[in-house]
Nanobody, 122 residues
Framework: QVQLAESGGGLVQAGGSLRLSCAAS????????MGWFRQVSGKDREFVSA????????FYGDSVKGRFTISRDNAKNAVYLQMNSLKPEDTAVYYC???????????????WGQGTQVTVSS
């Protein structure tokens, strides 16, 4: 079983950048597809991006395409989310998650981190 811990959130002005990291424990990290989701209080969890176990496949939610980039380093048991051109509507708690396969649906992910807050000021 893998355990996940996000870091890198914070407060940034609109137009700025942040890089989120998700550190994973366990020797099976390289077999999992990984995803990033975000959630605003009172709303459903929103898909942000996902990457396959080998990093050959990536995909993004429509609202972040062209601005965010997902990557992973299996040697370091880590997945990253580079967020550029941030907008106030990107403000949310960001979660990383692990799955068998690569999905945009939250229910497909079996393990979640605790989340990291990203706040974008206008």
């Amino acid at each position: 079983q893998v355990q996940l811990a996000e870091s890198g959130g914070g407060l940034v002005q609109a137009g700025g950048s942040l890089r989120l990291s998700c550190a994973a424990s366990g020797r099976t990290f390289s077999t999992y597809g990984m995803g990033w989701f975000r959630q605003v209080s009172g709303k459903d969890r929103e898909f942000v991006s996902a990457i396959s176990s080998t990093a050959k496949t990536t995909f993004y939610g429509d609202s972040v395409k062209g601005r965010f980039t997902i990557s992973r380093d299996n040697a370091k048991n880590a997945v990253y989310l580079q967020m550029n051109s941030l907008k106030p509507e990107d403000t949310a708690v960001y979660y990383c998650a692990a799955s068998i396969g690569t999905w945009s649906t939250a229910s497909k992910y079996h393990t979640w981190g605790q989340g990291t807050q990203v706040t974008v000021s206008s």
